[in-house]
């Protein structure tokens, strides 16, 4: 199955410092990728979804200048959480689907997800 | 807004057991559901999603899922649970056509004994 790779997949940075998170597509192209974060014992919330060569699209209540993101090819999405506070420790994870597939078969590949703990 | 609700955030089963986890989805009928399976630190796996297709849905590992519009549900269950069945279910939704957007419910940690 196609695959979906997520680089770190724990780091541990001290506040007031930028983090970037990549979430690249291994063997197939994605001309949209999610980002999804989780707090400890919940649910996944939508954070963003990312356009290649374009903007992101933010939920409701998402800083996006606070979270980063940038999807400059078919295979990379990164999030780039600026000034990272405590507060924005979680669990990160993306989602692609493959650009090739007809129709929206509803078929996400999720990334392994990426732990953040802000100190 | 489209919606699921996951009723039991814990669900302990011993091994060999029936395994139910519940699903609700909101009132209007979305256009896909899904269920999915979270391994602790990892991320998400496909089990099975609804498309319309069959109100009865086969996933992998054994589950499987029914849609039932009278009782807005979709249930995931298992006739016989194993050990390595232990994780986190999410049932998820997309909230309209022409997204692959998801929204996911609150999850349902399973546990399950010996």
């Known amino acids: 199955g196609a695959v979906v790779s997520q680089h770190p997949s724990w780091v541990i940075c001290k506040s007031g410092t930028s983090v970037k998170i990549e979430c690249r597509s291994l063997d197939f192209q994605a001309t949209t990728m999610f980002w999804y974060r989780q707090f400890p014992k919940q649910s996944l919330m939508l954070m963003a979804t990312s356009n290649e060569g374009s903007k992101a699209t933010y939920e409701q209540g998402v800083e996006k200048d606070k979270f980063l993101i940038n999807h400059a090819s078919l295979t990379l999405s990164t999030l780039t959480v600026t000034s990272a506070h405590p507060e924005d420790s979680s669990f990160y994870i993306c989602?692609?689907?493959?650009?090739?597939?007809?129709?929206?078969?509803?078929?996400?590949?999720f990334g392994e997800g990426s732990r953040l703990t802000v100190l | 807004a489209q919606s699921v609700t996951q009723l039991g955030s814990h669900v302990s089963v011993s091994e060999g057991a029936l395994v139910l986890l519940r699903c609700n989805y909101s009132s209007s009928v979305p256009p896909y559901l899904f269920w999915y399976v979270q391994y602790p630190n990892q991320g998400l796996q496909l089990l099975l999603k609804?498309?319309?297709?069959?109100?009865l849905v086969k996933g992998i590992n054994g589950f499987e899922a029914e849609f039932k519009k009278s009782e807005t549900s979709f249930h995931l269950t298992k006739p016989s649970a194993h050990m390595s069945d232990a994780a986190e279910y999410f049932c998820a939704v997309t909230p309209s056509y022409n997204t692959d957007k998801l929204i996911f419910g609150t999850g349902t940690r399973l546990q399950v004994f010996p």
């Open positions: 609804y498309t319309s297709a069959a109100t």
């Open positions: 989602s692609a689907r493959d650009s090739g597939t007809r129709g929206l078969t509803g078929e996400l590949f």
